[in-house]
Structure formats: C-alpha cells, structure tokens
C-alpha cells in the first residue's frame, strides 16, 4: 500500500516536471520564432540617413569624384534641381542568396522544434505538427527575398557658404551604409570632415 502511494506521488512529480520542461521549451521555441520574425522586419527596414558633410575641394571636382564613385557601385543618375543645386541618382538594392537560403533553413529547422513540441503536448496530433517546417521555412526565405529587394535613392545637395568658398558643403540624404562607405573610401582624395554622427551606434 506504501509503495503504491510512493509510486503515484513519483508519477505525479515526473508529469508536473515533464509539464514545466515541455511549457518551457515551448516558450524558448515561441521566443526565437519572434526573434527571426523581427530580423526579417528588419533587413527591409528603411535607413535613409541625412547627413551633412564638407570638402576642402572645389565643388567641380568634388561632384566628378562623387559621380565617378556612385557610378562605379551601379548608382544611376535620374535626375535633379540646378536651381537648388541638388542630384538624385538611383539603385536597385539586391537580395542576398545565401541569406535567403540560410534564413529559410533557420525557419524550417525552428519550424520542426516548434513542431516537435506541440507533438508534445499533443500526442493525438501524430506527426503533422512537423509539417510546420515545410511552411516556415520556404516562407521565411520568401519573406526576406521579396522585402529587401528595393530601389534606393540617393540625394546630393550642395550648400553655398559665402564666407568661405574654398570649402564645398554638402547634404547627403541616402542610406547610412551607403554614406559609410562614401566617406570612408573618398575621404582621403576629397578631404571630406563631418560631425562622424555616421559610425555611432544607433540605438
């Protein structure tokens, strides 16, 4: 009678932690599903950055140089304003393969563990739960493919300072990897100086 009380009180202990382990695990399943939900928001999130920025060159010299740059990373000039002094060049932002295939391997696996525990949880679901990786993963490749391939635009304004024509000013408007990669590659050849607002981490 004992040992039948003791091994119901065993039984109740490994059902109430089996309950923990597998509401835990489930959590921890949800939470990285939210986590690579947010990084695919992300990675088509709009970074267009306006940034200021001066040059101890001519303003003639320093256009040619920009021009020359933007057209050789496949920027293409579509228009602009002489009277307010401004050049609009566009480009078309590719999306990586290798990310579209490793984020839908990522889906696909968390889609399974994801299905692993609901199987779990409810054994009378059978096997169908792991079915889920046939759908979060090509749809979370999808997702990135189609969200991250956009046309992006890149905007140069020149500002006129009376007092001191030796120093050309500009307001750049364009995205901040694109602006990152300006300044740190023609810094040198066109003495560019700015506040480096650019290389702080944004919060």
Known sequence: MINSQIFKILIFIRNLYMTYYLNSTLLLTIL????LFFFLRASSKDRTTVFEITSSKKPVEVLNVMCEWLNLRGWEQSGGDFEQKILIFKGQVLSSKFLA??????????????????????????????LLGLIGGPLSGLIYFKKSA???KFELRLIINDDNEEITSMRLRAHRDELISLENELSDRLGLKSDGSLFKTPI
């Not at 990285?32 to 986590?35: D, E, F, K, R, S």
């Not at 399974?112 to 609901?118: E, M, P, R, Y």
């Open 32 to 35: 990285l599903a939210i986590g």
């Open 101 to 130: 295939i490793f984020l839908g391997l990522l889906g696909g696996f968390g889609s399974c563990a994801l299905g692993l525990v609901i199987i779990q949880i409810y054994p009378n679901l059978n096997w169908w739960p792991i």
């Open 150 to 152: 956009r046309e992006e």
